[in-house]
């Protein structure tokens, strides 16, 4: 932390005495010169912890005001003015009280103390502080499942961690009890129930060991960053930690049993498993092998780690110094007693480069069996086999036939050189075996036709029997390091193939997303297959999921298959696999079942969001109907027991007015039941609109007609008659829900606009269309709440003195989508709210307003309700679906 510097006493539970201690480091300091202040001590009335604050200077507390209830909080802007050297701040988590009023006349004011504590130390103040292990972040859940009580006050621990100066106040679960008891840290009619609950003697014990591994954690930390700031590489055994090397093979898991076992024996002991890879990337398990491997480890309770090193052993020992490991485990060698001896192995090489790190060699039952699952040698093919063995005999005979028909153009030399080439030669093309034929072979054509006695197998000259064996042991030698080079070779070939394949692999597996027909033809055209298909296997049955190309539709029809779970099955028609492909694969296998278990989990959270949704709605309609239904239904029920109430003789108005007030409820009930029933209608759709050209002019004319004439619309519409592809009684009631909805909104003296335009834009991707404005100058809306002004039951600013069910906008946005429209809110400039309806235009042009009974196009700039023309004969209201208000212009047609 940069300025001033943080001491911390951490308690494993209330009154163990941390601020006790702070206090006593307080005065310590005090006594030395030292400015020191006390900005927030809580003594919770304990008499040792008065006494220890009377000498030390107190920094006043600020009197706030939470929840209506007065209480005092650390004045942080009092602290940094008084600027001392240290300050004393007890109870590091704590939440600061400060209500909506104060966080509003104080924009910059902190959260939790501990932020507070942050500034402080930003400023250059020294701080010391205290903090009990629950509050700590990352032991919460374990708090929790240890007493019961989860902590709602908590610190993030790279903040205590980052501190200069971490110390433990223990003390025993039985002392705590006792000071508990004596009334020393709780009132007295409080001592039972702490006894009996959190305090008992177990909690207390689990959150003593908390806190100790905790501070142990810190230690380590502090003890790795001495080591390396000091170069220190020999081990410091403070903690029992081993390091197993696991290879993939058969006998790694005994290895982390075994690692396992001996990590447990020591308090605090902890294993962990290492695969190192070799940079050159020649000898490497597969990805499926690895993943079995990191599970297996997490299973046992110890920590997986793979390291890239150019030396096995190497890498190995780096790694163990590096964790300051005690112990390193290895399993038995599986090479034989001789290749040990040409060569020393892992084991060997770590056990004399150890150092003072303990090495254990465990033995298990593939030991001096050869080579493991985990890592095999590349094998040459049968048909490299047979050519080789054949160039060893067939070339060795006629090479030596060529020699001895040209006896006079060549010596002994040459015809050594020329068999040694011919060794040479079959070590490439058929490996190891073929080769030491090849040289068993010329040694003997050499001492048979070339080394005299020809024609004999024995040696007269001892120089010549040398040269032959010098030729034999030459030959073994250089046909192994052919060998060896060839296969490296072909490891090599196939390592970068493989990086390749692993790198397009990655490139897909970030840019397919969840499409598994993509990754299916990826992978085809990778391994060069005719096609693919994933099977699912449910049962006895067996299905085609997806499928690309030629594919097989079983297993049995397959030319290979990899198996991504034991029901999923990724079947191919092509070729069958090598091992080298097969071990590609798998890494693509477990691409498929990543992809899979995305597109589930995604599924998964779909249907969790849905229903989340539905429950939200549920509840808002349960809330909505208990207000806005009983509101009309009340003044149904009190106007009708009115009229029948016996003995009371009512006037003709005053009948009039309760008539009014039952229809009245009558019709907001209708209207309330029929967005609701319109609504559900949308979820299911099952409203099917009956598309036509509709004169915009006339459509808004109708949709105004059955509102209350207000005196506050006005229609602004322009000259050239505008029509659109719509239904019209679904725009009725869409311009209608607008327009109430506005007038709603809409303080008393403001107007609200009904406008209409041509969209010609040519940009536009699906053709002309038309756009009717509903514009408002009412309070309008935040920015950020436009995205939810169109969810149901959704009433912004209108809550709860507003009626309705906030169902008005939803209804209007989906029958606007439902004739292929869309309804959109925009700023009205000045203030306010517009909605847009954005409908496609009509393909025909609309007859002219002569030619057809209804409204002239009108420029009304007065308040709506002046005189227009009569539009005509208005034609009757139909019966609109079951359930749906009755409309002027017929509805779209409701599907069954």
């Known amino acids: 932390m940069a300025g001033g510097q943080l001491r911390v006493y951490l308690g494993a539970a209330p009154g163990v005495g941390k601020t006790f201690a702070m206090l006593d480091e307080g005065r310590r300091r005090l006594e030395r010169g030292t400015d020191v202040v006390i900005g927030y001590v809580e003594t919770h009335g ?33 602290l940094l003015a008084r600027r001392p050297e240290v300050a004393l701040v007890d109870e590091l988590a704590h939440t600061n009280a400060y209500d909506d009023e104060y966080r509003a006349a104080h924009p910059g004011a902190n959260a939790k103390r501990w932020q507070d504590v942050r500034d402080l130390l930003e400023a250059g103040i020294d701080v010391i502080t205290t903090v009990n292990v629950q509050h700590l972040e990352s032991l919460n859940d374990v708090v929790e499942s240890i007493t019961g009580i989860r902590q709602t006050e908590t610190v993030p621990d790279a903040f205590v961690r980052a501190a200069t100066t971490v110390e433990l106040v223990d003390m025993s679960p039985q002392a705590l009890q006792r000071r508990m008891a004596h009334g020393n840290i709780y009132a007295a009619d409080k001592i039972e129930h702490a006894l009996t609950h959190y305090f008992r003697e177990g909690n207390l014990a689990a959150l003593r060991e908390l806190a100790l591994l905790w501070l142990a954690d810190r230690v380590d930390e502090g003890l790795d960053r001495y080591r390396s700031a000091h170069g220190i590489d020999a081990t410091w055994a403070t903690r029992e930690r081993v390091v197993v090397a696991v290879s993939g093979a058969e006998e790694s898991v005994a290895l ?65 110094r590096g964790v300051n490991a005690t112990q390193v485990l290895l399993g038995a060698s599986r090479r034989s007693r001789l290749a040990t001896l040409l060569r020393p192995g892992v084991g060997e090489t770590v056990i004399s480069d150890s150092g003072d790190i303990d090495v254990h060699v465990v033995t298990h039952a593939y030991a001096r069996r050869g080579a493991g699952s985990g890592r095999r040698r590349a094998r040459v093919s049968r048909r490299r086999l047979v050519v080789g063995y054949l160039l060893a005999v067939l070339g060795t005979t006629a090479l030596a036939v060529g020699l001895y028909l040209t006896p006079d153009l060549h010596g002994l030399p ?74 490296q070779t072909v490891q090599a070939t196939r390592a970068r193939a493989e990086a390749n394949a692993l790198a397009v692999l990655s490139h897909t597996l970030l840019h397919t997303g969840d499409s598994q027909e993509s990754l299916l033809s990826r992978v085809c055209q990778l391994f060069t297959m005719s096609g693919g298909a994933i099977l699912r296997t449910t049962g006895d049955q067996t299905r085609v999921e997806t499928r690309f190309g030629d594919a097989p539709s079983t297993v049995d029809e397959a030319d290979a298959d990899i198996v991504v779970s034991p029901e999923v099955t990724v079947v191919f028609r092509g070729h069958p696999l090598d091992a080298a492909d097969r071990r590609l694969m798998s890494a693509y296998a477990t691409h498929f079942q990543i992809v899979r278990e995305r597109r589930e989990a995604l599924a998964e959270s779909r ?23 009983r509101t009309p239904l009340a003044a149904i029920k009190a106007g009708v027991s009115s009229l029948r109430a016996p003995g009371v003789t009512w006037s003709p108005a005053d009948e009039a007015e309760l008539l009014a007030t039952v229809e009245d409820g009558a019709d907001r009930l209708e209207n309330l039941i029929g967005n609701l029933l319109d609504l559900s209608r949308l979820q299911m759709g099952t409203i099917n609109p009956l598309l036509g050209e509709v004169d915009l002019a006339s459509a808004v004319e109708w949709a105004l007609d059955p509102l209350p004439d207000s005196g506050q619309v006005r229609v602004r519409l322009g000259e050239d008659a505008l029509t659109a592809h719509a239904d ?4 009725d009631r869409v311009v209608a829900n607008l327009v109430e909805n506005a007038l709603r909104h809409t303080p008393a003296g403001t107007t609200v606009e009904v406008t209409s335009e041509a969209d010609v834009d040519p940009s536009t991707a699906d053709g002309p269309r038309v756009l009717v404005r509903v514009v408002d100058h ?23 003195n507003g009626d309705g069910l906030g169902l008005g906008l939803a209804v209007a946005r989906g029958l606007a989508e439902a004739m292929d429209g869309r309804l959109s809110a925009e700023d009205t400039p000045g203030g306010g709210l517009t909605m847009v309806i954005d409908l496609p235009a009509a393909t025909q042009p609309a007859p002219s307003p002569e030619a057809v009974e209804g409204p002239e196009p009108i420029e009304d700039p007065e308040p709506r309700r002046a005189p227009v023309e009569d539009p005509g004969p208005r034609p009757e209201p139909v019966e609109g679906p079951e359930g749906v208000a009755p409309v002027s212009r017929p509805l779209g047609a409701v599907a069954p």
């Not at 447990?264 to 940079?279: D, F, P």
């Not at 989340?612 to 349960?622: H, M, Q, S, V, Y």
């Not at 009412?778 to 709860?800: C, M, N, T, Y």
């Open 256 to 320: 982390m049993r075994r690692a396992a076992r001996i990590a447990s024996r020591t308090a605090g002991g902890e294993w962990l498993a290492v695969y190192v890879t070799r940079r050159d990337g020649l000898s490497a398990v597969s990805a499926v092998q690895l993943e079995r491997l990191r599970a297996k480890t997490q299973e046992l309770g110890g920590t997986f780690h793979a390291v890239v090193a150019a030396d096995v052993a190497e890498g190995l020992l780096d790694f163990a």
């Open 414 to 487: 040459t015809e050594s050189m020329l068999f040694m080439a011919l060794v040479i030669a079959t070590a490439l093309v058929g490996g190891l075996w073929p080769a030491v034929t090849a040289a068993l072979c010329g040694g003997l054509a050499l001492n048979y036709f070339f080394v005299d006695p020809t024609g004999t197998l024995s040696i007269a000259d001892p120089e010549n029997a040398f040269a032959i064996a010098v030729f034999l042991l030459t030959g073994v030698a250089v046909a192994t390091v052919v060998d060896r080079a060839a296969r």
């Open 46 to 78: 304990r008499a040792r912890t008065v006494e220890a604050a009377r000498d030390l200077e107190v920094v006043s507390r600020q009197l706030v005001s939470y929840r209506g209830v007065e209480t005092t909080e650390m004045d942080l802007e009092s």
């Open 607 to 629: 249907h969790a969001a849905e229903l989340a949704e539905g429950n939200r709605t549920r509840t808002a309609l349960l809330a909505a109907v208990s207000h806005d239904l």
């Open 778 to 800: 009412g309070p309008g809306i935040p920015a950020e709440s436009k995205a939810a002004l169109f969810a149901p039951f959704q009433r912004l600013g209108d809550v709860p």
């Open 728 to 731: 019209p009684g679904l725009l």
